[in-house]
């Protein structure tokens, strides 16, 4: 599901701090510190550390295949896609050619992430590895280069509102005041 940042900041409140919206009241004070600043604030960190830890389940990626870039050959024959800066976290790619999604390694030193280094240890299309390698996508088999789908999770862009997407269960684990 897609929220608004004020959307997401009002239910950050409500789950966190059990306050519900007043739309039939305003109350403006000048002094002191600003509560819904540092309730946003606190819900961005979740909502960061929600992405780079939660299980699938929770997450709403975004499909990115149509505005990523094609993919590079690389000399050991693999490819490579970089990721948009935004990018916290790939949860799924497939290339064409595939039978199935491939598992995403995230530590490249991995024993898995380096048999994929030797085209004699390398994964093929029945089980294909993508290593995440910093803002790089290293995918093995590489036959045939069209991506077929690319999830990811994306941030909302530092210093903007954004849009938050997450599957509503993601709500519950918003810790509460006295936790």
């Known amino acids: 599901m897609v929220y608004s940042y004020d959307e997401m900041v009002e239910l950050w409140l409500l789950h966190r701090y059990h306050e519900t919206a007043r739309t039939d009241a305003q109350v403006v004070r000048a002094d002191g510190i600003d509560l819904r600043r540092l309730a946003a604030d606190e819900m961005r960190s979740w909502f960061m550390n929600l992405l780079d830890t939660a ?19 690389l000399a050991d024959g693999r ?27 995230t530590d490249r030193e991995s024993a898995a992430a ?9 994964a093929g299309s029945h089980c294909p590895v993508a ?22 999770c994306l941030a909302p862009a530092e210093g903007t509102r954004g849009v938050y997407r997450l599957d509503p269960r993601a709500l519950s684990t918003i810790p509460q005041i006295n936790d």
């Open 55 to 73: 299980s699938r389940e929770l997450l709403d990626p975004d499909d990115i295949s149509d505005v990523a870039p094609v993919p590079e050959r």
């Open 79 to 105: 490819l490579a896609i970089t990721l948009p800066e935004s990018c916290r976290r790939v949860v799924g790619v497939r290339l064409a050619g595939w039978e199935r999604s491939a598992t995403i390694l």
């Open 114 to 122: 380096r048999r994929q280094c030797s085209p004699m240890s390398r």
């Open 131 to 152: 290593v995440v390698d910093g803002r790089r996508l290293i995918m093995s088999p590489s036959e045939p280069p069209e991506v077929e789908q690319l999830l990811v």
